[in-house]
């Protein structure tokens, strides 16, 4: 099946640091999602890319969905301590049935 | 407004119980309705997705089944529960540009 390859796994870094993590795939995708995970809750969409090359922000964070529509990566600059939880990218297929296929996420950990 | 509602919240089962969870959509008419499953806090997987009333499209062979029965109504259910079971289950909706989570049902097998 079409799967996504998230990295990093995991980030620890200092409070005012700039993070990036991205996503691969062998498949081509119609859309690229990032969405936000607190601990026990639902995943929040944080931005949407609907075409190959889109750049788009959202506050502090940038994302921008690749020319090949395998790709896509997500910044956050000047990261804060509420910027903690786990990112994930998410991708929505083409052609028949659409379906929503995740990454296996980025643990971000911000330290005061 | 439209939004999405699911339940319980958490749940503590024993192995071999019968579950049902719930999931239903509100403001909004024949919207595609999935449910995903997260283990260990990383990785959501797709288990069912459904596009109208009684269809159902299952991703993954398992010990779960889904129905619905409503346009607006997406159930997972399952007639024996096993450990493995244990995870934490979202309900979602295609929603405009993305798609929209529920806030999950915490299920711990016992």
């Known amino acids: 099946g079409q799967q996504l390859n998230q990295s990093p796994q995991s980030m620890f870094i200092q409070e005012g640091e700039d993070v990036s993590m991205n996503c691969t795939s062998s498949?081509?995708?119609?859309?690229w999602l990032w969405y936000k995970q607190d601990p026990g809750e639902g995943p929040v969409l944080l931005i949407a890319?609907?075409?190959?090359?889109e750049l788009t922000s959202n506050g502090r964070l940038t994302a921008q969905f690749g020319i090949t529509r395998k790709d896509s990566f997500l910044n956050i600059s000047a990261s804060i301590p509420s910027d903690v939880g786990i990112y994930f990218c998410?991708?929505?297929?083409?052609?028949?049935?659409?379906?929503?296929?995740f990454g296996k996420g980025t643990k971000l950990t911000v330290n005061p | 407004s439209q939004t999405i509602h699911q339940w319980p919240a958490t749940l503590v089962q024993p192995v071999g119980s019968p579950l049902s969870l719930e999931c239903t959509v509100e403001?909004?008419?024949?919207?595609?309705l999935y449910w995903y499953r997260q283990a260990a806090g990383r990785g959501l997987q797709l288990l069912f997705y459904?596009?109208?009333?009684?269809?159902i499209s299952s991703e993954v062979p398992q010990n779960l089944s889904a129905s619905r029965p409503q346009d607006r109504q997406f159930i997972l259910s399952s007639k024996k529960l096993l450990l493995s079971d244990s995870g934490f289950y979202l309900c979602?909706?295609?929603?405009?540009?993305?798609?929209?989570f529920g806030s999950g049902t915490r299920l711990t097998v016992v």
């Open positions: 998410a991708g929505i297929t083409q052609g028949g049935s659409e379906k929503l296929v």
């Open positions: 498949s081509i995708f119609n859309t």
């Open positions: 890319l609907y075409k190959a090359g």
């Open positions: 979602a909706w295609r929603q405009g540009g993305g798609y929209t």
């Open positions: 403001g909004t008419s024949n919207p595609n």
């Open positions: 459904s596009v109208g009333i009684g269809q």
